[in-house]
């Protein structure tokens, strides 16, 4: 991986982040409520939720997980989703979506290649059963 490694990964999701926190700033904080249909998020909630979206990866790599049996997803989920479900102005949500970010970018830039060539056995029946921590993360 000597050509696309932690610190390139970092370098792109700062930039998808960056334009994510433009969109966000963009949006005026009377439509935050707007649902598309009854069965979607808020855009508020949709922000919220793609701040919180790297913390399952952070879980499983800062933990050397290296089964995704091992991942307790009872445990997770309704963490997440209290996270997700917090109430929040627009200055918030970018807020937390800058520093959420950059939290995950700076775990991103320090990751050496040795770490990114491990394997993860993903669950039963997915397919491949096996990714490296580079293809979980990319």
């Not at 963009?26 to 979607?40: H, L, N, Q, S, V």
């Not at 922000?47 to 091992?70: E, Y």
């Not at 917090?86 to 995950?104: T, Y």
């Amino acid at each position: 991986m000597s050509f696309y490694g932690g610190p390139q990964l970092a370098a792109s999701f700062r930039q998808v982040r960056a334009n994510t926190i433009q969109a966000a700033q963009e949006i005026p904080e009377d439509k935050y409520g707007f649902r598309a249909t009854p069965d979607t998020r808020t855009i508020a909630q949709l922000l919220a939720h793609i701040a919180v979206g790297p913390w399952f990866q952070l879980h499983v790599h800062t933990n050397g997980i290296d089964d995704l049996k091992q991942v307790n997803f009872m445990e997770l989920v309704p963490q997440f989703t209290a996270e997700e479900a917090r109430p929040r102005s627009k200055p918030e949500l970018v807020a937390f979506l800058r520093s959420e970010g950059e939290r995950f970018a700076t775990y991103l830039e320090g990751l050496s290649d040795a770490f990114l060539g491990q394997s993860v056995q993903m669950p039963p029946g997915a397919t491949p059963a096996v990714k490296s921590r580079f293809e979980m993360l990319l």
